[in-house]
């Protein structure tokens, strides 16, 4: 577990220290995104969520600009592991509500790689809300995300029409979570949506 592998391996994010690179193991960032399969998200934010936020505090406070840069991209490394942490375990409702304020500052920003893994997350987790919704955990979340979609579809809409407009070559990922999140809102609602323009992307 994910855990175990921390206890040996702690991260550590001091730029200033002399040592970083051997002490940092912010190597380990890229193979935990390939190794770790289905996580619980409490550990995400009781352990992976403090650390980025730290660190994107950190690049936003750092008078060197490549130190600054160095920052932000290890917190956005971090935040990329979110796509692995959709395990259905009791109080899973809980954890997404603490995430809730994160989410919206990412969905409503304009920053992409934040962006596509909290997407990425969500398509993971409705699929597998809906492939076992005959869980209690299951049938909880899925009335939370039903509330979730139909704000979040509209504020990915107006994204993609955006992006649209300026002939942005990258969308799918938009289409991906508006699809994503259109199984679980009312279908009235997203019928909708697909009849205002996003049918025809």
């Known amino acids: 577990a994910v855990n175990q592998v921390l206890i040996f391996n702690p991260l550590e994010f001091d730029l200033n220290s002399q040592t970083f690179d051997r002490d940092s193991q912010s190597s380990l960032l890229p193979i935990y995104r390939e190794w770790l399969n289905e996580e619980s998200l409490e550990f995400f934010t009781s ?8 660190l994107m505090r950190r690049s936003l406070n750092e008078e060197s600009p490549l130190k600054g840069k ?10 990329q592991l979110l796509p692995k942490f959709t395990k259905l375990v009791e109080g899973v409702d809980n954890s997404i509500k603490s995430m809730l304020p994160h989410f919206k500052e990412i969905l409503t920003g304009e920053d992409a790689l934040l962006q596509k893994a909290t997407l ?3 398509n993971i987790f409705v699929d597998k809300c809906l492939q076992n919704r005959g869980l209690p955990t ?15 579809i509209t504020s990915l809409k107006k994204r993609f029409m955006a992006l649209k407009a300026a002939k ?9 979570a508006i699809s994503g999140f259109s199984k679980v809102v009312k279908q009235d609602y997203a019928a909708k949506v ?7 992307a």
């Open 194 to 200: 697909y009849a205002t323009g996003i049918s025809n």
């Open 138 to 152: 299951s049938q909880k979340c899925i009335g939370g995300l039903s509330k979730l979609g139909e704000g979040y």
């Open 120 to 122: 990425e997350f969500f």
């Open 70 to 79: 160095k920052y932000r991209q290890l917190a956005v490394q971090l935040w």
């Open 47 to 54: 352990t992976f969520l403090p650390l980025s936020i730290q």
């Open 168 to 176: 942005a070559s990258e969308t799918k990922y938009i289409l991906k």
